[in-house]
């Protein structure tokens, strides 16, 4: 046997071996499965969702999230009970509310600031005074209409004498294009989608800026973002960093594309629908989409928990471990 191809047949053989003894190359890693309870169409918490899905976001991000939606009441329910341990439909007074009832819970970040309305096809009815002793449609179970109730205790209306029709939020544009009540607390994007429709309604002024500034000394009001049970929180640090990087995509895409996001977060709409919502979502004026870690507007959930206070809503000033106060990076 020649040197060479003894040399040979040891190279052949050692590469043979180094082969079979090399660790197989690791399995892509499967996506973490993540359920997040929503409000449904038209909320805000069902705003991002259609754009997260449809331009897979949450893939991006090593996620599989499912979008279940629920009635405010029934998402009050099921969230604090623990049946969803996510929900992307967390109102900053809601998880006080759940912390005030034992329920240890955590707003992980803003999504949306507050914004709200109540609208009237009544000529007799031309401030929000007027609304005693008249009745009003509105979604009883969530933060916008608790604020509303804030927001006119301080401007001298006393809410007990307003007859409330409670509805789920898909109801309030039917109950105002009807004009079935004599007026309708309504907030986007619900809103855009009902002006568009009936552009001659009015909006009663609330007087929001300057009440809120007599109130808490500055002007944002954090409102809506995505909670989560203590426990589930704790344990998924880096689920809640990839959770905040999935809506931050999705938040940075919908502004730089209004009118190819518009159809997604409206679905269903028609083109003059849409037409309004790439608008609104281009003002952000009304939509006030605003993606912040809870613990960097720490002072001013406090201060929206001092306004659940006075309006009555919980008892005592929640806990501040409900506001998650580790960084998501």
């Known amino acids: 046997m020649t040197k060479n191809f003894m040399l040979s047949a040891f190279t052949a053989t050692t590469l043979s071996l180094t082969t079979l003894l090399a660790p197989a ?7 973490t499965k993540v359920t997040i309870v929503v409000f449904g169409f038209p909320s805000l918490g069902a705003f991002m969702p259609p754009v997260i899905k449809a ?21 009050a329910t099921q969230f604090n009970s623990g049946e969803f341990k996510v929900g992307g439909s967390a109102a900053v007074l809601t998880v006080g509310l759940a912390d005030a009832r034992g329920v240890k819970v955590k707003y992980l970040f803003n999504l949306f600031d507050f914004w709200g309305a109540v609208v009237t096809s009544r000529p007799e009815i031309k401030t929000l005074k007027d609304l005693e002793g008249k009745q009003l449609a509105g979604a009883r179970a969530t933060t916008n209409y608790v604020m509303f109730e804030f927001f006119a205790k301080k401007l001298g209306v006393d809410v007990s004498k307003i007859q409330v029709v409670n509805t789920a939020t ?32 009015r909006t009663l002024d609330m007087g929001i800026e300057a009440t809120w500034k007599a109130f808490a000394g500055g002007s944002r009001i954090p409102y809506l973002g ?15 960093a990839k959770l905040y990087a999935t809506y931050q995509a999705a938040a940075e895409w919908i502004v730089k594309n209004p009118d190819e996001g518009a159809p997604l977060v409206a679905p269903g709409a028609n083109a003059e629908d849409v037409k309004a919502m790439a608008s609104l979502i281009r003002s952000n004026e009304r939509l006030a989409m605003s993606l912040v870690p ?26 501040s471990e409900t506001i998650y106060g580790k960084p998501i990076p």
């Open 226 to 240: 995505v909670g989560a049970h203590a426990d589930w929180a704790e344990q998924n640090p880096k689920l809640v």
């Open 294 to 319: 809870a613990n960097d507007v720490r002072h001013e959930i406090e201060a929206v928990y001092k306004a659940g206070i006075d309006v009555g809503y919980f008892p005592a000033l929640p806990s």
């Open 25 to 31: 190359p690791a399995a892509a890693q499967a996506p």
């Open 55 to 75: 331009k897979k976001m949450d893939e991006a991000n090593g996620l599989d999230i499912d979008f279940v939606e629920r009635t405010p009441d029934a998402y």
């Open 170 to 201: 898909p109801g309030l544009v039917g109950y105002a294009l009807a004009n079935r009540a004599d007026a309708v607390q309504i907030w986007e994007p619900a809103y855009t989608l009902l002006l568009a429709k009936k552009p001659d309604i």
